[in-house]
């Protein structure tokens, strides 16, 4: 059964401080890897990472794809309190043209 | 500009009776799913529309649930004789087309009380 598994379930950090997330997954004829973030209400959209770009970077935001690994790393360098929220890893299978399998999340605090 | 809307918001109700959730999704995006989280949990696939059909109903959870989609825009999730079980934020979102390779663009969901 394929399936997505995030670690840590939760952390706490200082302002100012790197985190970094984990993303494993099983998923038979892997397609992409996206990582969304939710704060209160709607997840957006953050990056997609494929086997043609296994590495993807937005301001202090990055992530890289290891497929050898069968994992993904989301890192945020010094933190702010709006980094605060759940971290959603996602992955596409060819197998479909529209399943998404979602980890359960990180949910990540930020102290001031 | 516009992104993905639910409504309502919020919806408190008795145990047994129907709710109707509503999804107004981005114009010109012809895929649409419907999601349900639970606390502390990930994303639970209900159903998903390419255009007005539903190719995938697998995610339903019993025939208590049903959604539908009309004019390839706005759908609405129904859920009949609720139960406290069924107590979520229930996400919309769609994408520009059927391809998982599109971003989901999600609304803020409608949280569901059943008491």
């Known amino acids: 059964e394929d399936k997505v598994v995030q670690s840590p379930l939760s952390l706490v950090v200082h302002e100012g401080d790197t985190v970094t997330l984990n993303c494993s997954y099983e998923?038979?004829?892997?397609?992409?890897l996206l990582w969304y973030k939710q704060e209160k209400k709607a997840p957006t959209f953050l990056f997609m990472l494929?086997?043609s770009g296994i590495e993807k970077k937005s301001g202090r935001l990055s992530s890289i794809l290891d497929k050898k690994e069968l994992s993904s790393i989301l890192n945020i360098t010094a933190t702010q309190t709006g980094d605060s929220a759940i971290y959603l890893c996602a992955v596409a299978s060819m197998d479909s043209n529209y399943q998404l399998i979602w980890g359960a999340g990180t949910k990540l605090i930020i102290k001031p | 500009g516009a992104g993905v809307s639910q409504s309502p918001s919020n919806k408190v109700t008795e145990k047994g009776k129907d709710v109707e959730l509503r999804c107004d999704p981005i114009?010109?995006?012809?895929?649409l799913y419907w999601y349900r989280q639970s606390l502390g949990q990930g994303l639970e696939f209900l159903i998903y529309?390419?255009?007005?059909?539903?190719?995938?109903k697998s995610g339903l959870p019993s025939d208590r649930f049903s959604a539908e989609r009309t004019g390839g825009s706005v759908s609405t999730l129904t859920i009949q004789r609720t139960q406290q079980e069924d107590s979520a934020v229930y996400l919309c979102?769609?994408?520009?087309?059927?391809?998982?390779?599109?971003?989901?663009?999600f609304g803020n969901g409608t949280r569901l009380t059943v008491t």
């Open positions: 979102a769609s994408s520009f087309d059927r391809s998982n390779n599109s971003p989901l663009h």
């Open positions: 529309f390419q255009g007005n059909s539903a190719p995938d």
């Open positions: 494929t086997s």
């Open positions: 998923v038979t004829n892997f397609r992409s």
């Open positions: 114009s010109g995006h012809t895929a």
